[in-house]
């Protein structure tokens, strides 16, 4: 089985050093690589009439932004590298969704990176990375 | 940056106008100003004809009548959809390739947000003072009738919106009426049009009647009520408290500042919430009054003594403060539910039978239970007091719940002001073309009217109010008989598919 592999990134700065790690197993194993980006989403959040009406143009403005600021960059540098990579970016709970395009893209093991977050914050929203590891069918990878 | 200018120019300049009369006896002034029209609007539309002695206005027998066709041609869509509408809005049936889209459950909190408010407060006092707690037993009955008609215009809002080149949605009776009918030949198009123009006007009106004024003047009876009633520093100066509420207002809707609205639409659900949950808490502290309290609810709706009217008195508050406060086949919420994500229209009919439920089934009777069961309701209480009874009787129980009640009064208003100013202003440039001028002068005209609804006594406020609001209705429902058809094709194709296990199920995240 050829691996396939998914890195997570928050922005295209911010995932330096897991993009790096999961390169470097691509280039290994000739590995597809991933690049996914979640917009925090919630199908239960309360809008306003108004927000709703313009709420699919929004959506159009958020992922063409989701592309060209993190993942296109990202994605560009690495095919230059001759890797074989491609952008993913959708809406959602960020584990659970990752979870979900790991699903669907036969992904063999999900590369996140670690962000330096405070206790109380880790405590009260827990972490992307302890979520997945709970949901995910694959091997998950933290790079600290 | 010059959109906030010009809204806080406007907002300035309209509180000099009105501090420049800021004296004693304002109040009195606008309200004599405007009484004598509201009385003339409301008489032409509570035209009513005499049914066992009683007056009854022929736009209520207009509701009832559509809402029970439609559960009888849907073949009670109210009780077969009820689990699958519930299942929509869970997101049993959402596809994640729509993440980031308008979902059912949003598309039906937003709606709700709209509807509950005042009318299930204030509107359930007045139904229970003037036709005693039989009036409860038919405001049920009209909320699940009115299941039906919510399924029938919100699947038609859907079914014929628009979606504009920008990326941008706008639906709801006004494109169903006219694009609808236009399917039917020409002479059913330019029916189409009539209706949709007429459709328009009564809900620019309504917006300021129902969707503004019954708001503004509500909220601020109850702020004059916990701070010391007649006493109170506050009772005399409604011109300023709408001035306020304007303000507040003319930010969102001229200042562009999204966030007031945005914050309110996060706090109402929760609001709601605890005002539920302290009716229940009331309900279950008095188990023991609650099978009397069933007793002449049942007993009240078919025996009526001292009430005026008799049966049909009772029948009759109780059909009109069920239809004002869901607002089921006024039209108002098609627009609402009609900006969420989805292939089948019929999905969000399911769905918008939520609405009268939880709003009318669920809220009302709650309000309805505690006011009979404390014991506030007594035939001789005034009853334009509305807001006001419902306090008194919240408060026999919770000395301190008046004052969360006018946090949520407050905050229901608020949020069915900026609701009602959309619906009002897509008709509006419905009528008037969109453009940079009639956007502005709806929206100035709407702060107006928040200032004279605060100045104005109940009375001729609420027949105001009831009047635009019902008056929808007319062009609204005239326009679903027509449009019928199209919505059983939708449904019995679902219906099929469902039922053959064909939709996809997943399971939202």
């Known amino acids: ?144 | 940056m010059s959109k906030l200018r010009v809204g806080i120019t406007t907002l300035i300049g309209l509180f000099a106008s009105f501090s420049a009369f800021a004296e004693a006896g304002i109040d009195e002034r606008i309200n004599l100003a405007i009484k004598p029209f509201a009385d003339a609007v409301a008489g032409a539309v509570f035209s009513s004809f005499p049914v066992a002695g009683v007056q009854i206005p022929f736009v209520l027998v207009w509701l009832i009548v559509a809402a029970t066709i439609f559960t009888f041609y849907f073949k009670f869509i109210n009780l077969r959809a009820f689990k699958h509408g519930f299942e929509l809005v869970r997101g049993d049936y959402h596809d994640p390739k729509a993440a980031g889209e308008v979902t059912h459950f949003q598309a039906l909190a937003t709606a709700l947000s709209g509807t509950v408010g005042l009318g299930n407060i204030a509107g359930v006092a007045v139904a229970v003072s003037l036709g005693g707690p039989g009036a409860t037993f038919w405001m049920i009955l009209a909320g699940f009738l009115g299941m039906s008609s919510k399924f029938t215009e919100c699947t038609l809002g859907v079914k014929y919106r628009n979606e504009l080149p920008d990326g941008t949605v706008s639906g709801g009776p006004m494109y169903y009426l006219t694009k609808g009918l236009a399917e039917k030949g020409a002479n059913f198009a330019r029916l189409g049009k009539v209706l949709a123009v007429m459709f328009a006007i009564f809900c620019v009106g309504g917006s300021f009647g129902g969707g503004n004024m019954f708001q503004a003047n509500q909220s601020f009876s109850q702020l004059v009520n916990v701070t010391g009633g007649d006493a109170s520093w506050l009772a005399d100066k409604g011109w300023l408290f709408g001035l306020v509420i304007a303000a507040l207002v003319g930010l969102v809707i001229m200042g562009g500042i999204k966030g007031i609205a945005r914050v309110t639409s996060k706090i109402v659900p929760f609001m709601a919430v605890i005002y539920v949950l302290a009716g229940l808490a009331i309900i279950l502290m008095n188990f023991t009054l609650v099978p009397s309290a069933f007793g002449s609810i049942i007993d009240g709706a078919f025996t009526a003594e001292g009430i005026g009217g008799g049966v049909i008195g009772v029948l009759f508050q109780g059909f009109k403060r069920a239809a004002f406060s869901n607002e089921a086949g006024v039209g108002s919420a098609a627009i609402a539910h009609s900006a969420v994500q989805t292939s089948r229209p019929v999905t969000e009919g399911f769905v918008a039978l939520y609405e009268p439920f939880v709003d009318t089934i669920v809220v009302c009777t709650i309000t309805a239970l505690v006011i009979i069961i404390t014991g506030t309701w007594d035939p001789s209480v005034d009853p334009s007091s509305g807001v006001q009874l419902t306090s008194k009787a919240f408060e026999s129980a919770f000395g301190w719940f008046p004052y969360v009640l006018t946090i949520a009064v407050l905050l229901f208003a608020f949020s069915t002001m900026i609701s009602w100013s959309y619906y009002g202003l897509k008709s509006w440039t419905f009528l008037f073309g969109e453009n940079k001028v009639t956007d502005a002068s709806y929206k100035i005209l709407f702060l107006f009217f928040v200032v004279v609804g605060s100045s104005m006594q109940l009375g001729s406020v609420i027949d105001f109010s009831d009047a635009m609001i019902f008056a929808m209705a007319f062009p609204n429902l005239l326009g679903c008989y027509f449009l019928l058809p199209m919505v059983k094709r939708e449904l019995d194709e679902y219906w099929a598919d469902y039922k053959s296990g064909k939709l996809v199920k997943t399971r939202l995240s």
């Not at chain 1, 690495?78 to 969704?97: F, I, Q, S």
């Not at chain 1, 979870?99 to 206790?119: F, W």
């Open chain 1, 1 to 144: 089985m050829s691996s396939v592999l998914m890195v997570g990134i928050d922005c295209s700065e911010c995932g330096e050093r897991a993009i790096a790690y999961a390169v470097d197993h691509a280039r290994r194993s000739n590995a597809k690589l991933f690049i996914a980006h979640i917009i925090e989403w919630s199908p239960f959040s309360f809008s306003t009439v108004e927000e709703n009406f313009e709420r699919h143009k929004r959506r159009e403005e958020e992922l063409k932004r989701a592309h060209s600021e993190v993942i296109d960059p990202v994605v560009n540098r690495l095919e230059a590298e001759g890797l074989d990579v491609e952008g993913l970016v959708r809406h959602g709970n960020v584990a659970d969704t990752l979870h979900e395009l790991a699903v669907e893209n036969g992904v063999t093991n999900i590369v996140l990176g670690r962000q330096g977050k405070s206790k109380l914050k880790k405590h009260v929203f827990g972490s992307v990375g302890s979520h997945l590891v709970q949901a995910a069918e694959c091997p998950v990878t933290v790079v600290p």
